[in-house]
């Protein structure tokens, strides 16, 4: 019987006050929380009220205190270059206080934002221990995006510092970073003092005059120290997509994220101080925020931060090299990584040239997790293999098996059942408890355990029209799903237009409103269809306006082009076509759910509220033409 998670769920949900006071013990503070949880403004809660802390010195100073300081903290292993370098405890700390002592050099005070948008570099690390060390918010913006994506992140945190290197790595082509923040910035009404720019040797980046040299000024800088901040404190924000062109900007409090990252290291994944953690993943990402960055170090473990593929960085081994040479316990990525390495080695025969005698669970998440790539991955490891659901929002997982408790039995397709703080319900249309093996909404009971997003920047009102309006005195996800007898969560697909590509969150409507910039396009629809190693990709119809006659490839192209340009190459979006009508309901909305699914060659039934059912043959012949709606 799983009698630890039982009563760790029980005493969580029963008594949140005094669980989660007791949890806190594992983290210093300079004050003591005059209240473990304020629920005297719902739907409002905040954890671990009127205490004092500082995150970086959780994460670094008192681990080198307690003796830990000769211990590797942070390893950077990049496949891209081969370079591999390891920081103590110690060392982390000092370059960590260096940099902070540069950044409150160029004005950065508690409180202010700085963004960093950075490749995976041991600096992006550092950049967010150091904003963390002098209470300042960091913004974290993934690489992948485009300039105007940046500039939408820097007018909403409006930052006084801007901390980027001058270019990312991707296979087969260097990435200047520098022109996307210099065009980012021309277009922003928001112009930051200063931006510190690491100089990366693959390509060195023009400084402007408000541009510092990253090396050369924290040479020149003396260490601070850390500011004591409130628990309820902003560490940071991290924008995420939204159902429309607007990202959300998600705000994580200090306090109550570490005391759930630490809590969720022992339990959840089961892993001690002095053991190593891989996430692969990105900074850019809430993955890469909590278990690259955060989770790890406060913790006291190693973090392996790798800039570069599953695969073809060399091969579909990189993933085995890098658990063998830092002696990894724990790997934790998203499925269509395993995807992407299945193909390339169906059998696995590469793992046969590595010792992953250290190796001990896989943890994957960010997308379902098919039960092929399950049963591939657990049959090709032998460990246990543990789906894991959560959001930018939650911060850390909602539904796990947890490890460190007692490990519950696989049911493929389900992350298994909701973790200890998480009151985690299914509700039908009219708002009430779905039967087991119902689907309906999949909510989350309020209050939300410490460590989930307490507001939106700046937008209480937007908090609670996107997620606490529609289930009154619950969260929304906003996924859709089932609980079964035995209590197993199964998350389907999401209630919006988001789509969930290698991991990453994208949202089909923003597509939209890039696709209908296009000066022939009149309307238009973008959906998210099966992908074979993402997952999903985005697909785009175009209808074109009266009178335009040039070549509709032609369009498409442009199209496709656009996307790149305005989202980024991160939306993966590579095929658009063109078509004479999209179908649509007699009121005029756009019958996107059955195009996905003649797109995918599932089964559909014709809508009862269909204007014109001819159009549906006529856009199931457009994307036999692509590729699409044959059934295999
Ligand atoms: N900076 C600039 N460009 C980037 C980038 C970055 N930081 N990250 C990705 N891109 C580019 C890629 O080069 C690619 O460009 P292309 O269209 O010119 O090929 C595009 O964005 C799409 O990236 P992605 O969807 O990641 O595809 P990929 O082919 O590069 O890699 C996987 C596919 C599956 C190998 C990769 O997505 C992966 O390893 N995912 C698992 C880990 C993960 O990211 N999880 C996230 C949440 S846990
Ligand atoms: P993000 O905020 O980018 O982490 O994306 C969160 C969304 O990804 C969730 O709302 C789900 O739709 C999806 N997701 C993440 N993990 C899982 C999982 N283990 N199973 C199913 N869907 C998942």
């Not at 990584?337 to 960010?366: C, M, Q, V, W």
């Not at 919006?496 to 238009?524: F, K, W, Y």
């Not at 996307?563 to 999209?582: C, D, N, S, Y």
């Amino acid at each position: 019987m799983a009698e630890r998670l039982a009563g760790a769920r029980e005493r969580a949900l029963s008594d949140p006050k005094g669980y989660w006071g007791e949890a806190a013990r594992a983290i210093d503070w300079f004050k003591p929380a005059e209240e473990i949880l304020d629920t005297s403004n719902p739907p409002f809660y905040r954890w671990f009220v009127g205490a004092e802390t500082n995150v970086c010195h959780n994460a670094l100073d008192r681990h080198v205190a307690a003796g830990r300081g000769d211990q590797a903290a942070l390893i950077y292993d990049s496949a891209m270059t081969g370079k591999v370098r390891s920081y103590t405890y110690a060392e982390l700390t000092d370059a960590v206080a260096r940099l902070a002592g540069a950044l409150a050099q160029l004005g950065v005070e508690k409180g202010d934002r700085v963004l960093i948008y950075m490749p995976m570099v041991a600096e992006a690390a550092m950049a967010m221990l150091a904003c963390a060390r002098l209470g300042a918010v960091h913004s974290v913006v993934f690489g992948g995006f485009a300039a105007t994506e940046l500039k939408t992140r820097i007018e909403a945190a409006k930052p006084k510092v801007i901390l980027a290197a001058s270019c990312g790595l991707e296979p087969g082509r260097i990435v200047p970073y520098k022109p996307l923040l210099d065009a980012a910035l021309a277009m922003a009404t928001h112009k930051p003092d200063a931006c510190l720019i690491l100089q990366r040797p693959e390509a060195l980046a023009d400084l402007g005059p408000k541009d510092h040299d990253w090396a050369k000024l924290v040479a020149g800088a003396s260490p601070a120290a850390c500011v004591p901040v409130k628990a309820t404190d902003p560490l940071y924000i991290l924008y995420t997509s939204g159902t429309t062109g607007i990202p959300k900007g998600v705000v994580r409090d200090a306090g109550g994220y570490m005391v759930a990252l630490v809590w969720s290291m022992k339990n959840i994944y089961g892993i001690e101080a002095g053991e190593v953690m891989f996430t692969a993943s990105d900074v850019g990402w809430v993955v890469g925020h909590s278990y690259i960055v955060y989770a790890p170090l406060l913790a006291g473990c190693t973090s392996v931060l790798y800039e570069g593929k599953p695969v073809g960085t060399p091969d579909a081994g990189a993933f085995w090299r890098a658990i063998q040479q830092h002696k990894v316990k724990a790997l934790f990525t998203a499925p269509t990584a395993f995807r992407a390495i299945k193909k390339e080695d169906p059998t696995g025969s590469l793992l046969k040239n590595y010792d992953l005698s250290h190796f001990k669970t896989l943890f994957l998440a960010g997308e379902r997790c098919d039960p092929d790539t399950l049963h591939w991955a657990e049959k090709l490891l032998k460990v246990p293999v543990v789906d894991h659901w959560w959001q930018t929002e939650t911060g850390w997982p909602i539904c796990a098996n947890c490890v460190g408790l007692d490990p519950l039995p696989v049911k493929p397709g389900s992350p298994t059942t909701a973790v200890p703080g998480w009151d985690v319900q299914v509700l039908d249309e009219n708002r009430q408890p779905a039967k087991p093996g119902e689907i309906g909404a999949l909510v989350i009971k309020l209050p939300l355990p410490p460590g989930a997003l307490p507001t939106l920047w700046q937008n209480d009102e937007g908090y609670q029209r996107s997620y606490l309006a529609d289930y009154p005195g619950y969260y929304k996800t906003g996924d859709a799903g089932f609980i079964d007898e035995d209590g197993y969560v199964f998350v389907m697909s999401r209630t919006d237009d988001l789509i969930n590509v290698a991991g990453h969150r994208l949202s089909t409507g923003q597509m939209e409103e890039v696709l209908a910039g296009h000066p022939d396009v009149a309307e238009c629809a973008v959906m998210g269809v099966a992908d074979t190693i993402k997952g999903q990709v985005p697909l785009g119809l175009m209808v074109l306006k009266a009178g335009v006659s040039r070549d509709p490839a032609e369009i498409a192209r442009e199209a496709v082009a656009l996307i790149r340009e305005k989202i980024g190459p991160v939306a993966a979006f590579k095929t658009a076509i063109v078509v004479k009508r999209l179908p649509k309901t007699r009121s005029g909305k756009i019958l996107r759910g059955t195009m996905q699914k003649i797109a995918d060659a599932q089964d559909w039934k014709m809508p009862a509220t269909i204007d014109d059912p001819a159009i549906l043959e006529e856009i199931t012949d457009s994307l036999r033409m692509i590729g699409y709606a044959n059934r295999t």
